[in-house]
């Protein structure tokens, strides 16, 4: 078997995952394989083929509902993802040192309900989103922001984009490189690309592994740490220019992936300080490379 990054023939197999997304177990007895790549360590599932019976299997419409029958608990979530919202955004726009008086066009690809979009002035931005899930984007366009369906129709609206972002999308393509190839041809030339994504050099993968909340088969196709993530933008044509691991993604993502240890309590005890430090989430910024 080939790595399905580096096409590399060392492999191996991790585990056999049941379709489980995040902390939501949807059906045990749909099993996937995982394996590893020694050569650019990219984790990924082996012999699937995305179709439409695929997607309309796995990603179902009520994909993006995941509200709990408490509201304490829901507005508490909705305030931790302004401020995750801020954060990501700010982290943007301080990377984007291009002077511009005209607006901004951002992008952003798996936009979801467009949540994220909704935070960027109307007067300062053009906002578009892509997103295939129909809930999704019916609750970006009753949020005034333009949506496309596929990243092709994007394309053909010939707009160049000042900034292009990823937040947990990059897992889910099935030809990463295509899309990245895409992307760099609608990127202004002084654009940024930001990509977020599961870290698989993270402890809640490395003490989780088939329980990993970020695991989410099959729809994670692969998932990336530092060194396969690299790889992968420097064969599409990008030098990333930072990476951070942002420790207020997914707030409870550590608790679930080790749920099922028997000495969750006492990893719990420490879980503050072992959230800051796990690293679950890897955000990159890069930019095209200079022709």
């Not at 096409?7 to 197999?13: D, F, G, I, M, R």
């Not at 995952?17 to 984790?43: I, P, Q």
């Not at 993270?202 to 060194?227: C, E, M, T, V």
Request: aromatic share 14%; with cysteine; net charge positive.
């Amino acid at each position: 078997m080939n790595c399905s990054l580096c096409h590399n023939l060392s492999v191996n197999k991790l585990f056999i995952a049941s379709n489980k997304h995040g902390r939501h177990l949807w059906n045990k007895d749909d099993l996937f394989e995982f394996f590893r790549c020694h050569a650019c360590g990219v984790v990924f599932i082996a012999d699937l083929v995305p179709d439409d019976k695929y997607y309309s299997k796995y990603y179902p419409a009520n994909y993006y509902n995941d509200e709990h029958k408490n509201r304490f608990l829901n507005n508490l979530i909705a305030l931790w993802s302004k401020v995750s919202f801020a954060s990501k955004s700010g982290s943007i726009l301080n990377s984007f040192r291009h002077p511009c008086t005209d607006k901004l066009r951002i992008l952003d690809i798996g936009c979801g309900r467009g949540d994220f979009l909704a935070r960027f002035d109307p007067q300062r931005f053009d906002r578009t989103g892509v997103e295939i899930n129909a809930t999704g984007i019916a609750s970006t366009k009753e949020k005034g922001i333009n949506v496309f369906k596929s990243l092709h129709d994007v394309i053909s609206t010939g707009f160049y984009f000042d900034i292009v972002t990823l937040w947990h999308a990059l897992e889910h393509l099935a030809n990463p490189s295509d899309t990245l190839a895409q992307i760099s041809k609608i990127m202004d030339k002084d654009g940024i690309l930001t990509i977020a994504t599961p870290n698989t050099d993270s402890i809640g993968f490395k003490l989780g592994q088939k329980d990993w909340f970020h695991l989410d088969a099959p729809r994670h196709l692969r998932l990336y740490n530092p060194k396969s993530i690299e790889l992968l933008l420097k064969k599409s044509g990008f030098e990333v220019t930072r990476y951070c691991n942002p420790f207020y993604d997914y707030p409870l993502d550590l608790f679930w992936s080790v749920s099922k240890r028997p000495w969750k309590f006492i990893f719990y005890l420490f879980y503050p300080f072992l959230k800051l430090v796990s690293c679950e989430t890897l955000m990159v910024i890069c930019k095209k490379k200079d022709r």
